[in-house]
């Protein structure tokens, strides 16, 4: 396939454009930018702006902030001035609860990490305790971990433990952090503050178990008390929210089994002189049966009122049987008598030995059928996640019973209404389809108190949540929402007749059932839902009354969603609530906020510009809230304001050098593909642009990227597809949105990409049509390498990770997960609906290396030896084809690394190769040798190892 003439048409429209320009023709022509361009020595100067978090009254905002250099440090912001503290290399900071210590952990540098990792040495945190009444700092070594007490009245530090210690136990150090006194704990392995006040509970963890055990602390009293104690492990400490209540897990090992079992010890009202104390273990609990044990890889849970307590149970492994108990167990009197070996049947107990073999003796194996609806592949990479797996249960304190609520059917249970019900699924009716296809269950209503079950809704496959107080479960299926009641076991249609589209036919639409657009939240008492359609959000009720469209998005195309501020864990709106929505403009690339006085009442908005904002928040308690803000050129910064937004005052100053350099800018480019539809894409302009000038052009393309417009990039040489880095070394880089037609991945790439480029050249006559480059990586590759195979567009193209047969990836697997790449194929990215067999013609025209041979524009391809996405041989497949038939092309392997590139001199090595190609084919820059002509092994080999010579 070749280029349409249509775009020949725009070419030449393009060049006399640019004359006129040179002749001054078309008006005035702005000078270029004097400011210099950013470099690589500027590189590590750029900062990122990370996590953010804000005291109580809204008075100070402390930020991570981390720069290209990989050091970090934190900031710490008045909010009403102009007042910083800055930290270097701290970080996890944290407020207490009265308002009146910010805590955090101070490393050291990247020089300094590296020294002691050569060294062999540990590289210790210590802490940092800002006064923020007095401004005074002061530091505490050696500190691994700290915790403020629920009040903030008292701070916990965990020291460090020796590097060949054989147990768990640290020192801990409690201080009194208004008279500043300290009180020591040791042997600490576990420590937890309950939410109010400051009681703390601990688990000691001693040199052969001695002393261990549970205490507890009274920081106020300075009361300490013994809970339990015995030469056992305790862990898993968890308190109730909001409530004096606490769990611990014991560890149990018995003789006759291989694995630990865990006691599970509770106590109600820790705050009170008379505290309750149960015990959940085999042999005095209600339907805990001795082939049956508690397992600590599922946290226990409690039920809000703390009359339930959930645990996971799992089906005990006996150990390995004496050789006569083998014999018994198979009638092989032999093998227990005369056959016997009695080298291997002594010194044991009864006088039998159980020998476990060689592993060195045992053959490597592994053994796939095809009836496995699991392929092997994945149970490898889920093996931990497969030997956890547990069934949930409800340990009824009062009446020391325990229930049962997962069962041989149910693959899962989940706890809703704060324990007040629980919702189960089961996927077994479904699973051979899913081996392909989606997934589907059949959902079940389970009943806490005695693990019934009622089957709600069969073959299933989204489901909404439930509703706060548990009385109501949610799932989508055709293009509606459904809701069932728990309490009159009737289920109806939510959406049905509203008007609004609440399936989403865009994103993935070779699925059986199309996903929705999500629920947004719920009323707190149960009594609305709020749910989301393609534009705005709907408030529906749930006694069957009439929904409400609460924004009016689909006028403006303008997406409405709901925000929630609180910070409490209290599922839900109530009556009173502010309700925030955020706000995107679909062709604009506006964002913002609207505000609605109460749930259900229409919002207004407060805030909706031209930039990317983001990351509402508000002071728990102040109506003060604070945001993010920011554009292609300006560098993100948080900014606080009072609730109608429009009083905001920027508190930090991120890259507040970045004036001293010159800078692109970003444009919306408008198109329509080759069947109709509307699309845009980001043009980046260099950053020493002159319109005088024509300048060649990166295109960087996978799915839908309009929507990074405002979106600032740091120039980072390890993200070696930087757009920023492409603009300071000018280029303009264009970033399309590409849309699919079923069964037509790479053709309809082509029938997008197409008229795409032909836009923008047509909108700026400084891109040369004439030295355009595309790049790509993963799905993003395989456009690019297909592209070049049907049209001679671009003077040259990069592609990263590429699939380029789509029939030999059909037929593998997805290593990274273990999973078949035919689900991938048929119901998800690659919009294929039907295996290779099926459709051969469509799977032939839309593989790269079926039309290699087409191919004219020089390919620099890049993998890693264990990529676990796309196969390695991916890449050999299209460089052995491409070698056979002369083609230009260069394939980089980098060794050992997966999809994407972890070593820092892998990324930087990429990063640099995709700039020197670019710059030989684009710029005509000289090309060196591994572009010309390639390098030998030895030559790559010694180019490397070689020792520089002195002279």
Known sequence: MRTPPSFHLVRGLRRATGLLLALGLTGAVAAAQDRPRVTEADYDRFESLGSSTMSADGAWLVVDVRRVDDDSELRIHRTDSDSVVVVPHASGPRFSADGRWLGYLIGVSQEEREKAQEANRPVRTKLGLFDLASGTTTERDEVAGFAFSGDGAFLSMRRYGARDADHDGVDVIVRDLQSGAELPFGNISEMSWSDEGALLALVTDAADQVGNGVRLYDAHSGRLRGLDTDEATYLRLGWRDDAADLVVYRTSVEPAFEDTAHVALVWRGLDGDDPESHTLSTGSTAGLSPDIRVVDYRLPSWSDDGSTLFVGLQY?????????????????????????????????????????????????????????????????????????????????IDDDRLVRLDDEQLESVSVIGGGRAAIGRDETPYDADAMFRQQFFDLYAVDVATGDKEPIAERVTITGGSSPGGRYTLWFAGEDWFAHDLESGTTHNLTEGLGGTFIDLDRTPTQEQMAPFGVAGWMEDDGAVFINDQWDVWMVPMDGGEGRRLTRGAEAEVRYRLTSLDSDDEPGFDDDDVQWFSMYGEWTKQSGYARADRPGAEPETVLFTDARVLGLTKADDADLFVFRQERFDDSPDLFVAGPSLDDARQVTHTNAFLDEFAWGHTELV?????????????LTYPADFDPSESYPTIVYQYELLSQGLHQFQVPDPTQYYNQQIWSQNGYFVFRPDIVYRDRQPGVSNVQTLRPAMAAVVASEPAVDPERMGLIGHSWGAYQTTFFVTQDDLFASAVAGAPLTNLMSMYASFYWNSGGTNARIFEISQGRMQVPWWEDFASYEANSPVHHIENMNTPLLMAFGTNDGAVEYNQGVEFYNAARRLGKQMVMLSYQGENHGFSREPNQLDYQSRIMQWFGHYLKGEPAPDW?????????????????????
């Open 931 to 951: 572009i010309t002509r390639g390098l030998s092994y030895i030559d790559q080999k010694d180019r490397v190892t070689k020792p520089k010579v002195i002279s």
């Open 316 to 396: 005990r492994r006996p150990a390995p049987c004496p050789v006569e108990e083998h014999a018994m167990e198979s009638g092989n009197s032999e093998a227990a008598g005369e056959g016997a070996d009695e080298s291997d049947s002594e010194d044991g107990e009864n006088g039998v030995r159980c020998e476990t073999p060689d592993e060195d003796d045992q053959p490597g194996v592994e053994i796939w059928h095809t009836l496995d609806v699991d392929p092997v592949p994945q149970q490898r990479v889920r093996e931990r996640q497969l030997r956890q797996e547990n069934e949930l249960a409800a340990w009824h």
């Open 670 to 682: 408008e198109y329509e593909n080759e069947w109709g539809r509307r699309l845009q894409g980001v």
